[in-house]
Structures are given as C-alpha cells and as structure tokens.
C-alpha cells in the first residue's frame, strides 16, 4: 500500500529509494560520518540519520538563477573530493534536478559536474536502490 500510494501521488519521485538508500548507509556508516546528496533527495539524510556533506543538503538551492547558486556551486561540488565525505548518493534522473522554476543548464552542468567528480574522485557504486545509487571509496 505505501508503495502503491506513493506512485499514484508522486510517480517521478524517487522518495522511497530514498529511504532505502539511507537505511542502508544507516546500516554502513557511522554516525559521524558526512553524506553528499547529489539530486533532490534529503530524504536520504534523513532515513540515515547521518549529516550532509556540506552547508547546502541537496540540489534545489543551487540550480535557480541568480547569485546565491553561482556563488555556492563550485564549494558545494568540491565536498565530492573533500576526504570527510564517506557515501555520495546520487541520483541522475532529471526530475531529482529540475522543475518549472530551474535553470535547466545550471542543472544540467551541476549534474554533469558530478559526474566527473565521482570518476575522477575514485567513487565506486557500492548499493543501488533505483534510480538512486550510493557511491563510497576505499
């Protein structure tokens, strides 16, 4: 029923993959330990009771125009390499990026951003929880 309900009221929303990617840094992760959230999913955050990587929790903040994003951008991606970090959970589809009110190419280039941070950064997959995957390194 809950999953039932969840895809009538809100069927491109990964919510409950959400949830089951926090749970199981709940279950791999200390307490202490920070999670970088790339997509619209503080969910996450919140099911694994772990804290994020940096000030900004999730993408909303910094894919609408104006100066706050272009400011904040490059900071919140740097977390990505920052050796604090122990899980990134990540989430590519577009609606985790963008809405009416977003700057499709802000998204678009953060999104892409992180991307090449998780490869270069050696991020590997370790748990998938469609379309959320959660990435550590060694």
């Known amino acids: 029923p809950r999953q039932m309900q969840a895809a009538s009221?809100?069927?491109?929303?990964?919510f409950l993959a959400g949830e089951s990617a926090g749970k199981w840094l709940r279950e791999n992760?200390?307490?202490?330990e920070r999670i970088f959230?790339?997509?619209?999913?503080p969910q996450i955050l919140f099911a694994a009771g772990r804290?994020?990587?940096?000030?900004?929790?999730?993408?909303w903040p910094l894919?609408?125009?104006?100066?706050?994003?272009k400011k904040e951008a490059s900071g919140w991606l740097a977390?990505?390499?920052?050796g604090a970090v122990k899980a990134v959970g990540y989430c590519p589809d577009r609606t985790s990026w963008e809405d009416a009110y977003t700057s499709n190419k802000?998204?678009?280039?953060?999104?892409?951003?992180v991307r090449i941070a998780l490869k270069n950064n050696g991020w590997r997959a370790a748990a998938t929880f469609?379309?959320?995957?959660?990435?550590?390194r060694d």
């Not at 804290?51 to 993408?59: D, E, F, L, Q, T």
């Open 9 to 14: 009221l809100y069927p491109d929303n990964s």
């Open 29 to 32: 992760t200390e307490t202490t």
């Open 37 to 41: 959230v790339a997509g619209s999913e």
């Open 51 to 59: 804290r994020p990587a940096g000030r900004i929790p999730y993408i």
């Open 63 to 69: 894919s609408t125009p104006g100066p706050f994003a």
């Open 79 to 82: 977390n990505i390499s920052s």
């Open 106 to 113: 802000m998204a678009e280039k953060l999104r892409e951003s």
């Open 130 to 136: 469609p379309p959320i995957t959660i990435y550590t």
